[in-house]
């Protein structure tokens, strides 16, 4: 597939996960929620093309309300990110010298831990839901975002064009707003991509390992926890959770991929 | 000394004061705890009494200052106190669930390297044959598979089905190998399918890079065979940034232990960390998180080193 082909399918794809989180509850779908005793592990069927879980809830209805959770979690936790990090990546770039040491050391610390393990740090510190889990991945995202924007501003700062503009006596604000940031876009907008897939995966994990979104909120990870008990019985349960989350991951993963080749084919791999 | 020494002992330098902020910020994390951080560890059977002994056993009264560097100069000894729950030495917990979590760590390792780097080296080799699309086809899927749910699938169709493999459980290699190996397979390979795509993706592209080289075509025009050149010229230079990406893989997983362990009911630290988060006992936690996170930063120094070490122009930087 060329690139452009898959940017454009991963964005489709993206694009018809977050139509349906938003729509959800237009949508012809039975209710998330609505407990049904004779429909408890009800198999496929061609009305509920996922089945039944344990309590006679419609998968198919879950999977679909469990985008919300999921996208809304991911997307919150990177524009969070990107409004923390994004500063402060721009000022130790802009500035360098001693703030970039006072601003880049501790984002260290943060990085010096795997993901998952601090995201369940976090969790454990401040409780669980849906918000906490937003809040600890930004917390975890922050680190990545501030060093891929700062490099990007250390690149672009010392432009021809840039040079030229502060000849011309443009402020520093608007050096760093309308020459600087725009050109460290790319970078940032493929980043926050990546970091929207990993943060469907580790907001399920989370969920999944009881320390994510609480229940009865119907999330991807939870939905898969409860599966687990039934898997012989009802191998639904656990079957289409999975690949909701999967296909969610994918198109995210697919828009980083096409966006990276299309935009810069000499990038060299990131933080996954 | 070599400059090869002088840029290692440089990484080691920079590795203290990290350690140093780790320890800080799981240390102030866990003084974060809403409520008494005593009652919150005794939960239900907490007694006055108990509360009083656990808040003399951590020092819960001293300023904060003392209390962080007595409980570093102790966690530098390897001795994290006393668990309340199960009246034993948190560091001897650690050490008796560490061999798990190295074992499945390494042996994830392994697989993630002989499934990747082969497939990454042939799809290079001969771009949009077969094995690219396989090479790329894993690099994108592989990474968006969640690895908990690949795992309660390997155990649904292997375990539960076919019969093929245990479920979960852990025996311990030196009593019985074979089984012990038996029952890590699922788990290493759960843990290492994603980053057998992340691997197979850098290799391809590394390899890539390296065809284009003025040296691999002058070997080419010699008349040097596809196989040959790929083996005796292309790896060995592609062979730096896949090392280094093994290496990062390798800290991954430390952290994709957690989940791995859980599904499988490996009795591994990440499992422990889980168990004590969700118990909130947070001793425990402190310890575990720092001992998960020192191991994580001390592969990538290694890392790190070993790269500057084969590759003269790192230590420039």
Redesign the interface.
């Known amino acids: 597939m060329s690139h452009g082909r898959l940017a454009s399918a991963g964005l489709l794809l993206a694009a018809a996960l977050v139509l349906a989180a938003l729509g959800a509850s237009v949508l012809p779908l039975g209710s998330p929620t609505a407990i049904s005793k004779d429909l408890a592990l009800r198999g496929p069927t061609a009305a509920e093309p996922f089945g039944m879980d344990d309590l006679g809830r419609s998968v198919l209805s879950r999977v679909v309300h469990g985008y919300r959770v999921s996208l809304g979690v991911a997307v919150g936790a990177v524009l969070l990110a990107l409004l923390i990090g994004g500063s402060l990546g721009l000022v130790a770039g802009y500035a360098e010298g001693l703030a970039e040491q006072l601003i880049m050391?501790?984002l260290?610390?943060?990085m010096?831990?795997?993901?998952?393990?601090l995201a369940?740090?976090?969790?454990?510190?401040?409780g669980t839901g849906a918000v906490l889990v937003a809040v600890s991945l930004a917390v975890v995202y922050t680190p990545v975002v501030a060093r891929v924007v700062r490099a990007a501003v250390l690149a672009t700062k010392v432009e021809v064009y840039v040079d030229g503009a502060r000849a011309l006596g443009a402020s520093v604000p608007r050096l760093v707003l309308a020459h600087i940031l725009p050109n460290a876009a790319t970078p940032v907008l493929v980043q926050a991509s990546v970091l929207i897939?990993i943060g469907i995966?580790v907001e399920?994990?989370l969920s999944?390992?009881?320390?994510g979104v609480r229940p009865p909120t119907p999330s991807l990870?939870l939905m898969?926890a409860d599966g687990?008990g039934f898997?012989?019985e009802a191998?639904w349960m656990?079957?289409f959770?999975?690949i909701g989350?999967?296909l969610a991951?994918?198109a995210f993963?697919?828009l980083a991929?096409g966006l990276r080749d299309w935009l810069d084919p000499h990038h060299?791999?990131g933080r996954? | 000394m070599s400059s090869a020494w002088v840029y290692a002992g440089r990484r080691l330098g920079l590795a203290v004061?990290?350690l140093f902020?780790?320890s800080?910020?799981?240390f102030g994390?866990?003084r974060?705890?809403p409520g008494d951080p005593a009652v919150a560890v005794l939960g239900y059977k907490a007694t006055p009494e108990g509360i009083r002994a656990l808040r003399e056993a951590f020092h819960l009264d001293e300023p904060l200052p003392q209390q962080y560097l007595r409980w570093l100069a102790s966690a530098a000894r390897g001795d994290f106190g006393l668990d309340f729950r199960q009246n034993e030495p948190i560091g001897r917990m650690i050490l008796d669930r560490l061999p798990v979590t190295l074992e499945l760590t390494l042996l994830a390792s392994a697989g993630a390297a002989l499934l990747g780097v082969p497939l990454g080296l042939l799809g290079g080799g001969r771009r949009g044959g077969a094995a690219d699309r396989a090479a790329l086809a894993l690099g994108?899927?592989g990474?968006?598979?969640?690895?908990?749910?690949l795992g309660?699938?390997l155990?649904?169709a292997l375990s539960?089905w076919a019969g093929l493999f245990p479920s979960g459980g852990f025996v311990p290699f030196t009593e019985a190998p074979l089984e012990n190996l038996l029952g890590m397979a699922l788990p290493a390979f759960t843990l290492a399918l994603s980053r057998a795509a992340?691997l197979a993706r850098?290799t391809r592209?590394a390899v890539l890079d390296v065809m284009q080289r003025g040296f691999v075509q002058y070997a080419r025009a010699k008349g040097l065979g596809e196989r040959a050149l790929l083996v005796r010229h292309v790896l060995p230079n592609a062979a730096i940034?896949i090392v280094t990406?093994l290496g990062l893989q390798i800290?991954?997983m430390?952290?994709?232990a957690?989940?791995v362990e859980?599904i499988f009911t490996l009795p591994g630290v990440g499992r422990m960390?889980?168990d004590a988060?969700?118990e909130?006992n947070?001793p425990v936690?402190q310890s575990t998180?720092l001992v998960?996170?020192a191991l994580?930063?001390l592969v990538?120094l290694a890392t790190d080193i070993l790269y500057g070490l084969i590759d003269p122009r790192v230590r420039r930087r």
């Open positions: 050391r501790p260290d610390v943060l010096a831990f795997p993901a998952i393990l369940i740090a976090l969790m454990s510190v401040f897939a995966l399920a994990a999944f390992l009881g320390v990870g898969l687990r898997m012989l191998p656990v079957v959770p999975g989350i999967m991951v994918l993963n697919m991929d060299a791999g996954s | 004061p990290l902020g780790m800080l910020l799981v994390l866990m974060l705890v994108l899927v990474v968006s598979i969640p690895d908990f749910w309660i699938m155990i649904l539960l992340v850098l592209a940034p990406v800290g991954y430390l952290g994709g957690i989940v859980t960390t889980l988060v969700l909130r947070y936690v998180v998960i996170g994580f930063m990538n």
